[in-house]
Structure formats: C-alpha cells, structure tokens
C-alpha cells in the first residue's frame, strides 16, 4: 500500500517536549510548528495525524541490516557489522541497547499531542465529525502498534496513555506492566468497537498506508495470537522476574503469567477468524493466486526453472505459478495485489534493501573501465532455508523418500542445458515457492534483468556472482544462495548505463495470508487438526500443493503444530516474523546457537573453486550464538537510570 502519506509526514513535527528525566517518554520531532497551525484546518489536521505514521516505517523489520534479520532465514557477509549481526552474535547490552524503543514511545508522545490538540483546538476549519473521529481512531490505532512493536521486542513494557506534565517526578513514571495486562490495554482499550468503527474498511490510491479496520482487526489477531504462545504463557524462562517498584493492577510485581492458560488461544482464534472474515468480505482483501495475478508482470516471459520442462504444459504452468507467488511482495494496489492489509514504502538508505539484496555483477555496462551494474548479495539464505521448504511432492526433503539424501544432494542434477549444468539435485524437483525465494548457482535469477535476457548465476566465477574475491572482499555470497523476494521479475537493468526500472513496492506489514496461518496454529494448539488443515490447505494449494489430509499427518511423524509452523516458515520467509516465531515458541536455544547455521562452501572454497569444492555442506563461520537472555531485548541503561520504577529483562 503506497505511503502517499510520508510525503506530507516529513514536513510535519512538532517541538513540544515530554519531559526531561526519561528520554523514552520525549518527543523528539524533526521539525517546528506553533500549536495554532496544527489545527486551523482539515489540511494541517490530516498532516499532524499523517506525521504519527513516521515511526512505523523507522521501525520496520525489512532493511536488510534491522534486527529481525538476525534469524536463522539468512546471513549477511561475514566481514559486515550489521545490526542484524550484532543481534545474532549477542553483541547488545545495556550499553549499546539501540531496538525501537525511543522511536516508539516518541511517537507515542506524537499521538497524544495529536488528541490533545484536536480536543483543545475542537473545530479545523473543513473538517466534518467523520473526519475527527477517523483521526482520533487513526492515533489510538498507531498507539496499539507502537506499543506492540514494543511488547514483542521488550516483554513486559511500560504503558504510556497520556501526555505526562512537566512536573513528573521520577519516581512516578511507570514501570513495567504484567504481559497479559499490556496485551489487554492494546486489545480492549485502543482496539476497541469504536476505534475500529471509525476506521475505513479500505483506502483510497491517495491513502494508502493509513489505518483501517481490516488492519487494527489484523493487530488485534497477531498480539493476541504471541500471547497464547509458550513464551508467554506459561513457559517464560525466567519465572521469577518481577518489578521491584512497580505493580501492575491486579498483577503486583508479577511481569509474566507461570500457568498456563488455554482460553488465550480461544481468545487468539476468534480475533484472527473475524480478522479474517472481515478482510475477505468489507476489506475486498483476496490472496494473490493465478486467477488474480497482478498486472505488472503480464509482459514477462516464463522463466527457466531448473530441472522444469517449460515446454509441457504442466511445465509452463508451474514457472507461470513461481512467477505469481513472486508477485506477492513485488506488487501494489494498482497492479491488482489485494493481499496486503497494511504495508510501508521504505525511503531513503532503507530502499537500499532491494537492491542490496540483488546479486553482484548482474551486467557489465562498460568494458572498458570494468563498470558493473551491482547489487551487494547482502540476504543468503542459510542451508536450513533451503531444506525447509518443500520438494514438488509437498513434503520436507528429509521425510521425501524420494528426495536424495546426504551428500547426494550436493551432486549435479545432470541439467544439460547451456549454463545450467552445476545446479545440484538439492536445487530441483522442489516446491514453486522455492523457485520463487531462492537463487543457486546455475539459476536464472529473473528473465528480463540483464538488459533484457535472462541473468544465470555463475557462484564458481569471480568474473560473475563469486565477485568479490579480487576487489572488494565484503561482497561475497556467504553460504552460496540468494533471495528474489521483493525483487520483481520485471525489473530491468540497462546495458547502456546500468541503470534500472525497479519500483519501490509496499512491503506487507500485514497481509491475508498470515490470518489464514494464525487461524491454523489456533487450531493446531487446541489439537483440532481438521479445522487447522482446512486454513492451512488454502495456503499449500495457492503454492501449487495438494491439501494435506488427518491421516497423511498422522504419518508424517510430524505434528499439526509443526505442519504450521513450518508453513509459516515458508510463506512468511524474510517479512520479519521468523525473529520474533522462533522466541515465542521457545524454539530460539535449538534454532540460533553457534554452529547452527550453514551453506555452502562460498568462503573456504576461495577464488574460482571446482564444483565439488564449492558444494559441501559447511558452518558459517561467523560468532552465532544463543543466550536465554536474547528472548528479551534490554533497555539502555539511562533509562532504568532515570526510571527507578523500571526494571532491566533477565541476563542484561
């Protein structure tokens, strides 16, 4: 969804302060305006309320380089010093805290100046009752937001509803409230009926990226649905933590609940079954599927697909498919997409990701001075991406008996076709969202990048994507793979100049397909394993999967839970998810410690390596490792200074 708002946002702040003992409670705006010009008229009311948005994309999980890349989905170059690396290699402390906490409490503060002001200022000139209402259910929205970024972050966090005055002593700002008390104030209090009634079903071209019921609906969904889970329900590894100045009502120093409680996950499903009712029917939401397939890749030919005859037509049928689900993060409104409930344009240094993440070398515009158009490879996915999603028979490659085993992965898969013949069997006979996610050594990246034609990734040449090597050695593939997501396949770069035709698509914040995985895990977590199968199914057969049936996972040796929990991995790959799944499933100890994450032999194999030296399957070496404390992000250390209310997470 187009941020049309941002353009108005930028320009319009505010300099009213907070206060001056916590700085988590001060605004801190880009720019200065006079109380009477924020609401003269229904203009300068709509840009105040626009400029609260600003923080949603200064807290976005996409940028390459943000937190939530510090997963197991990927690896950046190990000679980066990335946030998302330093969060991986448990490198943050109270010191050095960073996180989204001064950008979400600041725009906290930006949203309770907004309803102060349009109660005191009560009349813009031009604006009707519908509009007032739409603002004040606008601010009390991105106050739900704003604080859930924090409580998936954070835990336990302070509740900040009000401007507070000036004269606030330290001793009574607030502390910490119980996790559930948090997940209540944002459900109940700012994503009540009236919030969400005043709120528009959909926007318009020109609104793109403001609020709508579908949204807060969708929000309501997602918190309710992390505070059924393990973390946070019943299993939090630190079951003593408490406030030590601070009570939550009716909680007392207690921060996380010890028992577990199956009504949450009552309370979780009926959220996200009427957060998905809604967006099917006054949302006009609809997953993208091949009878809806986004208009902006209708004059893009059909891919090579390793291992895939393009000339049948079950073959044309399958790349047609890779080439839709591509579509789902590389599409907008106007293109047809009605999958995206709530999305952000990135601006400025965070666009970088799309083109960070495209392969070096991808053409080379001028011979003469060795003038490349280049992407920077900055997303590998790890050798656990690759195995996780599944083979064409929709099983994982480990249970596909079919599928090779061991080593023999690693083998050539016997392609004969011109510049393919190093794609590894490990690299065929697999699912259309894996053609669709990842590119490999032999892969036809997208068919019209290199001017036209298709660009096939060489990883064994330092001349193509094993670039590198000879001038820039930050710039390898670490682990050998590459990701398409958000690269559209009809982007073009220029032989004459290197210049491309990208767009800059809205990345999902929220979209249809995560309501329909929320409804599954419910369901598998009150072990109802048809009701989870019917919403899971809908996901595996837009993919070009059969439905999995009761008794085929019976046999599978793997659970209901882990089906979904597997197929949110693959669907929901790279949109920020994975960082805050593996935490609230109490899976992270397993998922992220040191040696936990591999690829192929990128590095060791070094400049211009033999095939055999190049496809081993190898440990990045890199400083990964996994502390119980990393469930919980730690506050800088000023902040508890100034907050003797505040108490610090667990291990910091």
């Known amino acids: 969804m187009k941020y049309n708002i941002k353009n108005i946002a930028l320009g319009f702040s505010l300099s009213f302060g907070v206060l001056v003992s916590c700085d988590y409670l001060d605004v801190v705006p880009p720019e200065q305006a006079t109380t009477s010009d924020t609401m003269k008229d229904r203009n300068s009311a709509n840009g105040f309320i626009n400029s609260c948005y600003i923080a949603v994309e200064s807290t976005t999980p996409f940028p390459y380089k943000n937190y939530e890349w510090s997963s197991d989905e990927s690896v950046h170059s190990g000679q980066w010093s990335e946030d998302s690396q330093k969060a991986a290699w448990n490198l943050y402390s109270d010191t050095n805290a960073a996180g989204w906490w001064n950008a979400c409490y600041n725009y906290i503060g930006h949203c309770h100046m907004f309803l102060n002001l349009l ?45 507070m005055p000036q004269s606030t002593l330290p001793g009574e700002f607030p502390g910490r ?55 946070w329900n019943g299993k939090f590894p630190y079951p003593d933590w408490k406030n030590t100045n601070y009570e939550t009502p009716g909680y007392g120093t207690e921060l996380v609940s010890r028992q577990e409680d199956m009504g949450k996950w009552d309370r979780a499903l009926e959220a996200n079954l009427a957060a998905l009712k809604a967006a099917e029917s006054v949302g006009e939401r609809k997953l993208v599927d091949m009878d809806n397939v986004p208009s902006n890749i209708r004059d893009v030919p059909i891919p090579y697909i390793a291992g895939v005859d393009t000339s049948t037509v079950e073959g044309k049928e399958f790349a047609k498919r890779v080439l839709m689900l591509r579509t789902i993060t590389s599409s907008n409104e106007d293109d047809g997409n009605k999958e995206i409930i709530w999305g952000v344009f990135l601006q400025g240094s965070n666009a970088w990701m799309t083109f960070a993440q495209c392969p070096p070398r991808i053409l080379c515009f001028n011979e003469a001075d ?31 008996p079919s599928f090779p085993k061991g080593d023999e992965r690693f083998e050539r898969a016997g392609i004969l076709v011109k510049g393919h013949e190093n794609v590894i069997k490990l690299n065929t006979n ?5 053609y669709a996610m990842f590119s490999f050594d032999g892969d036809d990246y997208s068919p019209i990048m290199k001017d036209g034609e298709p660009l096939t990734i060489n990883m064994l040449s330092s001349k193509a994507q094993g670039y590198g090597w000879d001038q820039n050695g930050r710039n390898y593939i670490e682990g050998g793979y590459l990701t398409k997501k958000y690269i559209s396949p009809s982007v073009r770069y220029s032989s004459i100049d290197g210049a491309t035709d990208s767009k800059n698509y809205a990345k999902p914040l929220f979209r249809l397909a995560e309501l329909y995985l929320n409804v599954a895990e419910c369901y598998a977590a009150k072990g ?70 591999e690829g192929l032999n990128m590095l060791g194999a070094g400049k211009d390596p033999t095939f055999e030296a ?39």
Request: some cysteine; aromatic content about 14%; overall charge negative.
């Open 177 to 231: 409230s119980h996790f559930d008390y948090v997940v209540d104030y944002i459900c109940n209090q700012k994503l009540n009926d009236e919030t969400i009634n005043a709120l528009p079903d959909v926007t318009n071209a020109q609104e793109w990226g403001r609020a709508t019921s579908i949204a807060a609906l969708a929000l309501k969904g997602r918190v309710l649905l992390y505070a059924a889970s393990p973390l």
């Open 614 to 652: 190049f496809n081993k399957r190898t440990v990045i070496n890199q400083p990964f490792q996994w502390d119980n404390r990393m469930y919980l992000w730690p506050i800088a250390w000023t902040e508890i200074s100034n907050d003797p209310q505040l108490v610090q997470a667990p291990g910091y």
């Open 370 to 400: 060795n003038r490349w158009a280049d992407g920077w490879g900055a997303i590998n996915p790890t050798l656990y991406s690759i195995e996780h999603f599944y083979t064409k028979n929709g099983k994982l490659p480990d249970l596909d």
């Open 119 to 163: 109660e005191q200022y009560n009349n813009p000139t031009g604006a009707t009752e519908e509009d007032k209402a739409r603002w004040k259910a606008e601010a009390q929205f991105l106050k739900a937001y704003y604080h859930f970024r924090l409580l998936e972050m954070y835990g336990p966090i302070p509740i900040v509803d009000d401007r």
């Open 430 to 434: 697999r699912e259309p969202r894996f």
């Open 528 to 597: 109802d394993v048809g009701n989870a199968l019917i919403y899971l199914n809908r996901i595996r057969e837009r993919a070009g999967l059969q439905g999995l049936t009761e008794s085929e996972v019976a046999a599978s040796g793997m659970s209901i839970t882990d089906w979904v929990r597997n197929e949110r991995f693959i669907e929901l790959w790279g949109e920020g998810h994975r960082y805050y799944d593996v935490r609230r499933w109490l899976l992270a100890p397993q998922q992220l410690k040191a040696g936990a994450r």
